[in-house]
């Protein structure tokens, strides 16, 4: 140690910097917003996706009814004809579209834009997404993130990508779903991708108000030619996005076990991630990260003394009573 220099708060050394950390370090966040966006996960996916990269599901997958359930479209026709067949025609477009799910930072107050509730400080998403906080919640560069998808899935012949924040709707009328579809003097099969070109950039970015606390960013892709089948091997265009090059960071959760650290060491490992990998604890409505730092060659939490210097008091003493017949009580009466 530096003579003059205080000792570490952490103990052992942490493996890398958190004050000079884009993600980790204290205080607000640096830059843009949309620098950064977080998957959560079980600790059991963290090997799976080192080797595959991430797989992009189906959204009759989706948590929100509005997504995984059919939709019984408005239609425009310009004839008698029977066209109940367009929602079967439309249901099965949408099942062609397959959404890789992130959370992201986002200002508490829109307004002032001082204060920023972090993507991976957020209690019912490790609990509903990463094993009741038993997972991890993966950092990525959104940047990078994006070029290694449209790298993988945008030379699809006849497909899309999409990507962007989901917005929370309540009224029908934000939802651009329930625009009808024109089947005038055109195919069926026609007329429903030209609902989906005009409306796609929207209508695959809305969810119920109800999902709002999980700020959603998504990667959205349609492939009309060769479905995106993320459950059959032999697809050639299956929709996994190699994540080299592209984690920030990696969280364990509260409760994540230290029997499970080696898989989280060889995940960041095997992507080139470094060692910027932390545990987030929690005390009441505040979320603390500790670092990780090398013991003997294993990966380990580092012991934290800033719990000690948080719970030592400061300030003015109150002096004990002074000995003596001064501080004798007063009897009754004088």
Known sequence: MIRGMPPSLYEPEPLFDMASHPVFKPGALDGSI?????????????????????KL???DRMNDPRESKEWFLGITSGTDDDTSGVWRIAHHY??????ATFCSDEHIDEEERKSVRRGYARPRM????????????????RALLSERVADTLSERPGGWLVSGRVSYVTDQKDDPAYQGIQVISIPAEEAVSRFYDRHRDRIFLV??????DEAEFRFLAYDPVAPLDADDPTDEHSAFVPLNGCVAGLVLGTDFSTAH?????????????????????????SAR??????????WVVCRD??????????GPVRPKPREGPESAPIAAGE
């Not at 490790?126 to 560069?141: E, S």
């Not at 990780?292 to 294993?298: A, K, M, Q, S, T």
């Not at 003394?305 to 400061?314: S, Y």
């Open 207 to 212: 969810k119920q108000t109800d999902w709002r």
């Open 94 to 99: 949408r099942k062609l579209v397959r959404a």
């Open 261 to 285: 650290i080696p898989a989280a060491r060889e995940f960041m490992r095997a992507l080139d991630a470094g060692g910027a990998v932390v545990q987030c604890m929690w005390d009441r409505l």
């Open 305 to 314: 003394h800033h719990a000690v210097a948080a719970h030592l008091t400061f």
């Open 126 to 141: 490790w609990a509903q997404y990463a094993g009741n906080h038993t997972g991890v919640c993966v950092v990525f560069d």
């Open 289 to 298: 990260l500790i670092p990780l730092g090398d013991d003997n060659g294993r």
């Open 57 to 59: 599901n189906s959204l």
């Open 34 to 54: 949309d620098r950064f966006i977080y998957h959560y996960t079980r600790w059991e996916t963290l090997l799976d996706i080192a080797q595959n990269g991430l």
